[in-house]
């Protein structure tokens, strides 16, 4: 087993140090970073930006790129939410609160190098969980049949909207209509078109990247400029003297474990992600009682920063790990890599690391690399990120309007998806403005074709009979952790509505 | 502020809406499919099961903003400017890779589209100067061309005369 770990890790280093997937992965860590500090862009619409571009790639080469975008955002969020007081990313929303305060006290320095080491001390772990747990739970996924496929996805959705930010009824109903968006277009069972008006573009289904570019990069960018911008006050002359203290050392250090081990396992879970990762972990840290000399929460604890950070890096590594070994996206991030396999005809699944053990063992020691680039990008090369920040979002949002244009236009070659992208930028507008989370819509629109499948085979084997998803012991057990995942949170929502009702009276 | 009119502003009355008429849309577009049963699913029976329970679930957020007034949030003044700005920027793109052959425009090209993309996306910000425009809009078209045309080869018309 440990052998067979081994002899995998090597095919998958012999894939990734190839000069061309190298370069692949510099790039992609590269913009990953460049996307995180900039406030306003984030991997999702970067992803489906350089979606069309990898076309021309091989597999390995496109998914190593994307992949890196995904955790190199990871660590460049923390840059801006340490010097500007602004997420660069919505993972470290809670960065923010600690690091920023640490950058007003002088202590800028420390508080980067303490997100990097977090970060890449987490990205290595993650990676390796991802190696050990893909074996067995691929070994799971073959005992699936129709049902367990359903529940699976059940569970997923459940868990993209229980662990969303945000109102959980209007989640399930984002769910909802992308499930129902998803369905536009050729029934593959009876071959009829729905939903398509007659219009012979709408056959095929509405492209995901139109939905992606049109709800997260038009609607996002519609919506930032319509509040002003705020001064922004970036602490550059205060990054002197980067390494942390003994002290520092002292104190974010279990900090760093724990926040590892909380991202990890929140990744895993469907629904989870680099978002839901941070938002645990700093809420663990403060329970946990500071020690003596030690700054307190929201004035510039180091543990504040270095647990989030670590968190949200794991588990944007874990995350992989329903995609690779189940075939089920857990996030929208992941709903995207879903597109980029299928571009290069790939089907996510089980069968991927039979059948392509080169990719799948590539694109995993990819991220540890990518993680090791990561560090030196990020930490001896901070002057070049804080250059950056100065660039105002004048000057950025024309440039993000062009990219997905082209992007767009290029993944078919058709004005038809640049109007398209043109009513879902109008769409995902609506969506921030009534607040409505797109993220969950577009889980349920890579997801909605897949379930309608096996739901139908699921109910096709049982004539009919609803009580298959009960009856097998699988398929009941995933269920039931779908259920408890809603009663989890339900109840603190319960208590809130209560209080409310409280102070009303 | 009389409750009847905080239930007008509220994100979740207006959300409840969108989420009640698309589902019903859909339920009522599903219909028209052959439906089936459960151990024959047509190609109806998908969607108007998520249809009706989408309609149900917006019902239910709709009910919940009008019965609790006080506690709604109000939906932010709708910014038309950057709205209108980056959609018309994003179609003006359109039209000049793909023209109009309804009104007889013909294709005008990738060069062009990044002008007029670029002039009319600048409407969006809180000032606008033609002079940055035009410099911001040169150096995306050279970084275009270099990326687009030269390094991913991307089959474009890039000129108005090719």
């Known amino acids: 087993m440990a052998l067979e770990l081994i002899d995998h890790l090597a095919l998958g280093l012999s894939v990734a140090f190839t000069p061309v997937n190298l370069m692949y992965a510099f790039v992609g860590c590269l913009l990953g970073t460049l996307i995180g500090v900039l406030p306003g862009i984030g991997p999702l619409a970067t992803i489906a930006m350089l979606l069309p571009a990898t076309y021309a790639l091989p597999p390995e080469a496109a998914l190593i790129m994307l992949a890196g975008i995904y955790y190199g955002a990871q660590y460049g969020g923390s840059t801006t939410a340490i010097l500007v007081n602004l997420p660069g990313e919505a993972s470290s929303v809670v960065t923010v609160i600690d690091g920023y305060q640490m950058a007003r006290k002088g202590r800028a320095g420390p508080a980067l190098a303490a997100a990097g080491i977090g970060s890449f001390f987490a990205g290595c772990v993650g990676t390796l969980v991802l190696a050990g747990f893909a074996v067995p739970l691929t070994e799971v996924a073959f005992l699936f049949g129709p049902a367990e496929y359903c529940a699976l996805m059940l569970l997923g959705l459940v868990g993209a909207v229980v662990l969303a930010s945000g109102d959980l009824l209007k989640a399930f109903g984002m769910i909802l209509l992308g499930l129902l968006l998803g369905l536009v277009g050729t029934d593959v069972n009876s071959g009829i078109a729905r939903y398509s008006f007659d219009i012979p573009e709408l056959t095929d289904g509405i492209g995901f990247i139109v939905i992606a570019m049109g709800i997260f990069g038009y609607g996002e960018i519609i919506s930032n400029l319509s509040h002003p911008a705020g001064q922004r006050q970036v602490f550059t002359a205060n990054v002197h003297g980067l390494w942390p203290s003994r002290q520092d050392f002292r104190h974010m250090g279990p900090a760093i474990v724990r926040g590892t081990g909380l991202g990890a396992l929140l990744g895993i879970l469907p629904g989870g992600g680099a978002v839901m990762g941070a938002f645990a972990a700093y809420t663990l840290e403060k329970k946990i009682k500071t020690q003596p000399g030690e700054e307190a929460f929201g004035q510039g604890n180091i543990r504040g920063v270095a647990a989030p950070e670590a968190a949200n890096n794991a588990a944007s590594q874990t995350s992989f790990i329903p995609l690779l070994t189940l075939g089920i996206p857990s996030n929208a991030v992941m709903a995207l890599m879903v597109g980029a396999m299928t571009i290069h005809n790939i089907q996510p699944g089980p069968q991927v690391m039979t059948s392509n053990p080169a990719l799948f063992w590539g694109l995993i020691a990819s991220m540890w690399i990518g993680n090791a680039m990561l560090i030196i990008l990020n930490l001896p090369l901070i002057g070049l990120w804080i250059k950056l920040l100065s660039v105002p979002y004048r000057w950025l949002f024309p440039a993000i309007v062009l990219f997905c244009a082209i992007g767009v236009y290029s993944t078919n070659n058709n004005t038809w998806d640049i109007w398209m992208v043109g009513l879902f930028g109008v769409v995902g507008y609506g969506f921030i403005q009534l607040g409505m989370e797109p993220a969950p819509l577009l889980l349920g629109f890579i997801l909605g074709p897949m379930l309608e499948e096996n739901l139908r085979r699921a109910l096709l084997l049982s004539r009919g009979d609803w009580s298959v998803f009960v009856t097998r012991p699988l398929s009941a057990g995933l269920l039931l952790a779908a259920l408890l995942l809603l009663t989890l949170v339900l109840l603190p929502a319960i208590r809130k509505t209560r209080e409310l009702a409280f102070v009303e009276d | ?162």
């Open chain 2, 1 to 162: 502020m009389t409750s009847r009119s905080a239930v007008k502003r509220s994100k979740d009355f207006w959300a409840g809406a969108l989420f009640g008429v698309l589902g019903l849309a859909f339920a009522w577009g599903a219909l028209s499919y052959q439906v089936g049963s459960s151990a024959r699913m047509g190609p109806g029976y998908f969607p108007l099961l998520l249809g009706l329970m989408l309609a149900a679930l917006g019902g239910v957020i709709m009910l919940r903003a009008i019965r609790r007034p006080g506690a709604q949030e109000r939906i932010n003044p709708w910014a038309w400017r950057p709205l209108v700005a980056i959609i018309a920027a994003n179609l003006l793109f359109g039209v000049a890779l793909g023209g109009l052959p309804a009104l007889g425009l013909p294709v005008l090209g990738l060069m062009v589209g990044i002008y007029a993309l670029t002039f009319v996306a600048c409407l969006a910000g809180e000032r606008f100067s033609a002079r940055e425009a035009a410099l911001l809009s040169t150096a995306l078209a050279v970084l275009s061309y270099a990326a687009f045309v030269w390094l991913l080869n991307l089959q474009l018309v890039v000129w108005p005369w090719n």
